[in-house]
């Protein structure tokens, strides 16, 4: 086993590329071997398609996969000590769940009590043993799915596996059980793992790290606390959390960034740094992180709406003309229609020159 | 009384009243028109006599129906021993997408475009030993080949021309069954490391199998009931050797105006279609066993 380095991989699905036709744009990842990674963006974002440049299933436009010292780039997905498991259950529907698991153990020539073992071993730690014997096709989707992942698991060869928004088509409450299984086997056999969804809470419950793409390009490999606490870019802000980062155009004036001709006080640190910047400037900040009426400064906001979310309630405010939401608790008492002050703790408030973050 | 108990409602025949009208003019009527015949001797326009099973007894005799019964399962056991598996063949070397597949498309379709008589007024030519460029052909590489004269080249003729004409639809049935094969089986193959035929084996075949039911039962019945190519090729000949059920049946009901048996002969003759059809519907369609 070994780590996966992807070196400056571009990928595009037309046979001579044009600037726009590239769905990846030199991305350079390290996935270490042993980790629980989750692939994060919104759809056509170019995970799948990078996930199938590490199976093996495409071929990079541009670019080297590199296992641990390997160049495997061009090497087929059967020469490569890899497993995928797909958006919706893929098996063999003609076989009986052993076979199913079997397969990929026969189509490398293992026969006999080698490959009953094998299969035998994995059905246990999956729970399937009792349906062995059924036919693939008359499991329920979550079992379909889980002999599909068996039939990664199966082989003693593979290295990490890739999954490809596995839980699309399971019900909700069998989501955490399969999600829960997974840590499980992680834990065990310490494959590295690497996540493809689009949904946070999926990723962020996962995985140890989250890579978040946009538009085939890597925004931010980080912890899920760090892409909550720092994100570092405002996409990265506006996709990870609910509701998202409030990003607000300002201008900076010494200590202060302006929003709307209203001042909101900087760190000394960010003050700084936003001394410098020449681009456009925007203030992020989260909705949880918002003060209302708090006891000195503050900023005059007026709220347009609260919606109940049960345990707690989103205001939608005004600065001037900018929208902001604010996370609040279902006990502070504010109604939509009136003016109050709203306080941007400095050591909250993140600054974005073009989209990336300037914050330390 | 529950209040959403039925209530009995007279309209409900009216409502199905145009159904039964349709299905009693276009099948039930006709059928038994049949079943008239069959039973009775008609001696004239007005004079009829009850038989009974007697022509039933006389047609399941008739030992020249009994050749062009074998003559016909035979046929169509060789329609689909060549078809299925050339059709299934045929799909998979199809382009699945691109300008390339629409032309393959229309290029296959053609041959089921073209009128039955004419297909055996081309082909009759096409394999004449004097002007026909297939014959004339078959002559030239110094083979003795005559579909007039020698039975078993008349059959194969027949059997070319069948293949010809029909394994196209076959074909296509395929092509549309892998189309609808969602693209993750084959990758989820290539990851398992399985090899072509282990993927045509395990994933095209099983996946084909509700295209290939259809494609059995349409070749089946269409070839059991073939009569216009043969007819237009060969006659029926040399001999008999060609003179497939319907083909005796129309000479027993036009050209003998044997009405009595024809009928008789129609209803054994559409009774087998249907058993066997249905029986092998039954068998393909039922559910896999759990173990």
């Known amino acids: 086993m070994a780590e996966i380095k992807l070196r400056s991989i571009s990928h595009s699905y037309a046979a001579t590329p044009e600037s726009g036709d590239y769905v990846l744009r030199d991305i350079e990842l390290r996935w270490r071997d042993g980790g629980a990674y989750a692939l994060l963006g919104p759809s056509g974002c170019g995970k799948t398609t990078l996930l199938n440049i590490m199976s093996g299933l495409l071929r990079p436009t541009s670019g080297r996969v590199l296992y641990g010292d390997r160049d495997v780039t061009e090497l087929p997905p059967r020469q490569r000590n890899i497993a995928q498991v797909f958006q919706f259950p893929v098996n063999y529907d003609t076989f009986t769940v052993f076979e199913n698991l079997a397969f990929p153990l026969r189509n490398r020539g293992l026969r006999g009590r080698e490959v009953a073992a094998r299969v035998q071993h994995i059905a246990e730690l999956l729970e399937l043993r009792d349906v062995l014997r059924h036919k693939a096709s008359e499991l329920s989707a979550d079992q379909k799915q889980i002999v599909s992942l068996g039939r990664g698991l199966v082989r003693d060869d593979v290295a990490a596996i890739l999954f490809d928004e596995p839980l699309t088509v399971i019900d909700p409450h069998r989501k955490w059980v399969l999600r829960r299984r997974l840590r499980e086997i992680h834990r065990q056999f310490r494959h590295t793992l690497v996540y493809v969804t689009h949904d946070q809470t999926e990723a962020l419950t996962f995985a140890d790290e989250v890579v978040v793409m946009h538009e085939g390009r890597v925004l931010q490999q980080a912890t899920p606390e760090e892409l909550f606490a720092n994100p570092a870019h405002t996409y990265v802000g506006y996709f990870i959390g609910s509701p998202g980062m409030n990003v607000l155009p300002c201008s900076i004036d010494g200590q202060s960034a302006v929003i709307a001709g209203q001042r909101v006080p900087l760190s000394e640190d960010l003050a700084r740094r936003a001394a410098g910047c020449t681009g456009t400037l925007e203030l992020g900040i989260r909705p949880e992180h918002i003060v209302m009426s708090p006891p000195s400064g503050g900023v005059p906001a007026a709220i347009d709406f609260v919606e109940d979310h049960g345990r707690f309630r989103i205001a939608t405010a005004r600065i001037g003309e900018h929208a902001l939401k604010i996370k609040l608790g279902a006990d502070v008492p504010v109604t939509g229609g009136e003016a109050c002050r709203v306080g941007l703790p400095p050591e909250r408030v993140r600054l974005y020159e073009g989209g990336r973050s300037i914050s330390p | ?291």
Request: aromatic residues 14%; hydrophobic residues 55%; proline residues 6%.
């Open chain 2, 1 to 291: 009384m529950s209040p959403i108990s039925k209530r009995k409602s007279n309209r409900a025949w009216l409502l199905v009243t145009p159904m039964v009208m349709v299905v009693a003019f276009s099948a039930i009527v006709p059928l038994m028109t049949v079943v008239n015949y069959s039973v009775q001797d008609i001696l004239g326009p007005d004079v009829r006599v009850f038989v009974g099973f007697e022509w039933f007894r006389k047609v399941l005799r008739d030992s020249e129906l009994h050749g062009a019964f074998l003559r016909q399962l035979l046929f169509s056991s060789v329609i689909l021993a060549v078809q299925l598996p050339l059709g299934i063949g045929v799909s998979l070397l199809m382009p699945r997408r691109g300008w390339r597949s629409s032309v393959t498309l229309v290029v296959l379709a053609l041959p089921l475009l073209v009128p039955w008589n004419v297909v055996g007024t081309m082909w009759q030519i096409f394999c004449r030993t004097d002007i026909g460029m297939g014959g004339a052909a078959l002559h030239g590489l110094g083979l003795s080949y005559n579909y007039t004269a020698n039975p078993l080249d008349a059959w194969l003729t027949v059997v070319v021309m069948d293949v010809w004409h029909w394994t196209p639809l076959v074909a296509l049935l395929c092509f549309s069954g892998l189309r609808a094969i969602p693209d993750a089986y084959y990758l989820a193959a290539r990851i398992d490391g399985a090899s072509p035929w282990a993927v045509f084996r395990y994933i095209q075949l099983p996946k084909l199998k509700n295209v290939l039911v259809i494609a059995v039962l349409l070749r089946f019945m269409d070839s059991f009931m073939i009569y216009t190519e043969p007819f237009v090729l060969t006659g029926g000949g040399p001999g008999n050797s060609t003179t497939f059920l319907s083909q005796s049946l129309t000479r027993l009901a036009v050209g003998q105006f044997d009405l009595g048996p024809a009928a008789a002969f129609s209803l054994i003759y559409f009774l087998f279609i249907l058993f066997f059809c249905y029986v092998f519907r039954v068998i393909m369609m039922r559910p896999d066993e759990g173990q």
